[in-house]
């Protein structure tokens, strides 16, 4: 649940590269985790941590839709 800087400092350098950052989180987060990840993407999405790891992937595709995604030019996960 603890967010460290280097995360801040990578989401930041992604946003410079994309038009939406949405982080999803695997598990539980701490209010200033939270407020780290708040502070540097577009959407924060908090799911359990149940399944596979991809399963958060599924969880993003599913929080943005097909119909926003159709017009995005490329999607990137990381």
Do not use: M
């Amino acid at each position: 649940g603890v967010v460290d800087n280097y995360v801040q400092v990578l989401l930041k350098a992604l946003k410079t590269v994309g038009s939406h950052l949405l982080v999803v989180v695997g598990g539980k987060i701490t209010p200033q985790g939270r407020q780290r990840l708040q502070s540097v993407c577009d959407e924060l999405l908090v799911r359990q941590n149940r399944g596979f790891d991809a399963w958060c992937y599924k969880a993003a595709l599913n929080h943005v839709g097909w119909e926003k995604l159709a017009q995005y030019e490329r999607t990137l996960f990381d």
